[in-house]
């Protein structure tokens, strides 16, 4: 008789996230799955193939969900400046109100990348690079707009905000007490001054 699923993918998925996020893919045991997910083993292996698989998945749903959708908000803002300390704004009150000193998904991954698959390599690149690149596409709307410099160095000056970004993300995982998070704010309006 062939499998049948009685659980939603997407709904599964989302468990797992929760799972992997606060494990890491290493740390994270089919037991932990089964018990994060609330499905059984079979279950599990039938519907999405391999833990990687499942891992796989579950970093890509994250990063569309989140990463993704939130960049596609932001620039739809029509001041660009402000869209880019509207990203550190909410990074910024993310790590200052999560009590269990998670992260970011992605990021975290990122901080393994030499353990992960090139399958999971490539979304975590993947994904900086559409930071990056958003950042650059909003200093360029500033320059166009004169509230930036028209000498601001936009290839420069997207490298230093993604570096302050997934620093900001680091330094949420309990490294520094949540008020110290405030620098990289005063930061990132220094690289934004006129």
Do not use: H
């Amino acid at each position: 008789m062939p499998w049948e699923k009685t659980f939603d993918l997407d709904e599964a998925t989302d468990k797992a996230i929760r799972v992997f996020w606060k494990k890491g893919y290493e740390g994270t045991s089919m037991s932990d799955l089964i018990d994060g997910m609330g499905i059984n083993k079979g279950s599990l292996y039938n519907a999405f193939g391999s833990k990687q698989a499942l891992f796989d998945r579950a970093l890509l749903r994250y990063d569309q969900q989140n990463r993704g959708v939130m960049l596609a908000e932001l620039s739809e803002f029509q001041d660009p400046v402000a869209a880019i300390t509207e990203l550190f704004d909410r990074m910024i009150d993310a790590g200052c109100s999560d009590p269990q000193n998670l992260g970011c998904f992605l990021i975290n991954t990122a901080q393994d990348l030499p353990n992960q698959t090139p399958d999971v390599a490539e979304i975590v690149r993947r994904s900086l690079a559409e930071i990056e690149r958003f950042f650059a596409i909003m200093l360029r709307r500033g320059q166009a707009s004169g509230q930036l410099s028209p000498e601001l160095d936009v290839a420069t000056t997207s490298q230093s905000l993604l570096a302050m970004f997934v620093g900001l993300r680091l330094l949420s995982r309990g490294a520094v007490p949540p008020a110290a998070l405030e620098g990289v704010r005063r930061g990132v309006q220094q690289v934004l001054k006129r």
